[in-house]
């Protein structure tokens, strides 16, 4: 049987969105086609879904995210907003890309300088897909993630002035008490050739503050993709994670208790935590499924509306590698039709 396909997505329109200490950070914007019966002259609203890539806080860049859940929800009228943050360790993870995407959902709300005035400029270009003419429907923003980005999608939902109506959470870092968070990886650490220390801490040296990685840990496939152990950046990010210590690099001691911004403890603090659905491999060799189901608990004890997917037999990224219309392609799409449902 010929494996199902999914048309690739237009080429997104990229825009920075934040300027800091010499960093410029970008995102991508995917628009679904523009609908027939739309005026010329009168824009249409559609809702937007942040999708925030994974690596580990440390690796990856807006790009390597799944192409198939992109057409996925551009093919529900959505528009995909794909942003870049800064990269740990040269920024903890609270200064750094909490911060980067908090500003970005603050700039998707912005009536200035933000989404709507970055699409009314393509308007005005020709720079659109179609003739359409589109606007964000601010009262249906959602946020989604995969692995790292899974938690800073969560990290939407706390500290911000408005938080996304629904949060889509793929394997996502949380519950930082599990011993799962400090213990090696032994399949990692087995790729792994020794490094000198000193080669390693030039990771710390990189300026500005880099928000692109030419890997991540998204199951891609290819020599290109692979890590490149000649650069500092890859082999100190897959020596924290053979280590069990990403929490440490990512937010030092000196930054605090860590407990202050793990979303199971938000959770449980909190109130007025968005409607959250969660997907999780059951064989998770990287990031452990009882932090999934912990957060789960946690959310379901608030009231809050919330889901779970266990997906059977897959892995940690399984996002990029799974085949369109195979059963984890359906599974995991149960996560973005909860997500549709919840802003109907």
């Not at 995407?101 to 933000?114: N, P, V």
């Not at 069990?244 to 449980?268: A, H, K, T, W, Y």
Request: glycine residues 8%; negative net charge.
């Amino acid at each position: 049987m010929t494996p199902l396909t999914v048309p690739s997505p237009p080429p997104p329109l990229t825009t920075s969105y934040k300027q800091i200490n010499s960093s410029t950070i970008t995102a991508d914007i995917y628009l679904p086609p523009s609908q027939p019966s739309q005026s010329s002259n009168e824009p249409i609203h559609y809702p937007v879904l942040i999708n925030i890539h994974g690596g580990a806080f440390m690796l990856g860049h807006s790009r390597m995210v799944s192409l198939a859940q992109i057409s996925d929800c551009l093919a529900r009228n959505w528009i995909v907003a794909v942003p870049n943050h800064r990269l740990c360790p040269g920024v903890d993870v609270l200064s750094g890309p909490m911060a980067d995407i908090r500003d970005f959902l603050a700039w998707i709300y912005a009536d200035q300088d933000g989404l709507n005035a970055f699409l009314e400029k393509q308007d005005r270009d020709g720079n659109g897909n179609g003739k359409g003419k589109y606007r964000v429907a601010k009262d249906r923003v959602m946020a989604f993630g995969t692995s790292s980005g899974g938690f800073l999608a969560l990290s939407l939902g706390y500290d911000v002035p408005r938080p996304p109506r629904a949060i889509l959470n793929f394997y996502g870092a949380v519950h930082f008490t599990h011993p799962s968070w400090t213990q090696p990886l032994a399949h990692v650490k087995s790729m792994l050739p020794p490094f000198e220390p000193e080669f390693l801490a030039k990771v710390y040296e990189e300026f500005p503050i880099p928000t692109t990685s030419g890997i991540s840990l998204e199951g891609q496939s290819g020599a290109s993709n692979k890590p490149d152990f000649s650069r500092p950046r890859d082999a100190f990010a897959l020596t924290q994670i053979a280590n069990g210590n990403v929490l440490r690099v990512i937010f030092p001691p000196e930054c605090g208790d860590i407990r202050s911004i793990d979303p199971v403890v938000r959770v449980q603090k909190g109130e007025g935590f968005p409607p959250t659905f969660i997907v999780h491999g059951d064989r998770d060799r990287m990031v452990s499924i009882e932090v999934s189901r912990e957060l789960y608990q946690a959310l379901k004890e608030k009231g809050i509306e919330c889901g779970i997917v266990e997906v059977e037999g897959e892995d940690h990224t399984f996002a990029l590698g799974m085949e369109v219309g195979s059963r984890t392609w359906e599974r995991q799409r149960e996560g973005f039709n909860w997500i549709e449902r919840v802003i109907q």
